[in-house]
């Protein structure tokens, strides 16, 4: 996404230089300006002065992170992100594939859904 486009998604917008925004930041009730908006290099930066993160402030007007590289992620980037992803995911459906079989040690039948769950899980953990 190019500035230009991500600035219409705020309000109150000034421009306060080459590339360098201010505006109301969507993340808290915000009277006075606190966010501000910089262009740097491949990516534009967040920074609310109340403490905001770039997540809350991109979340709370329905755009992502990866809205916020002026080019699309490379590919780098791209694995950088799936493997931090994947490594959480990991954790948690291994945590899944756990509970499922204590539940069947402690003769507690599963139902469909989470059978299908497990199923998802297990191809995911051992991909
Ligand atoms: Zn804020």
């Known amino acids: 996404m190019i500035t230009d486009d991500f600035i219409t998604y ?24 606190s966010l501000a908006i910089t262009e740097v290099d491949d990516r534009i930066l967040v ?4 403490g905001c993160t770039a997540h809350e402030i991109v979340e709370s007007v329905g755009l992502k992170i990866g809205d916020l590289f002026l080019q699309p ?16 995911q990991k954790t948690k459906d291994k945590t899944y594939l756990a509970l499922c079989n204590g539940a069947r040690k402690h003769g507690e039948k599963l139902t469909s859904k989470e059978l299908e769950k497990e199923r998802e899980c ?4 051992n991909q």
């Open 47 to 50: 920074k609310c002065w109340s």
């Open 10 to 33: 705020f309000g109150k917008v000034k421009q306060i230089g080459d590339g360098r925004f201010t505006a109301l930041c969507p993340a808290h009730d915000d009277k006075n300006p």
């Open 122 to 125: 297990y191809l995911r953990v």
């Open 73 to 88: 992620l490379n590919d780098d980037l791209k694995q950088a992100y799936r493997t931090q992803y994947s490594e959480n």
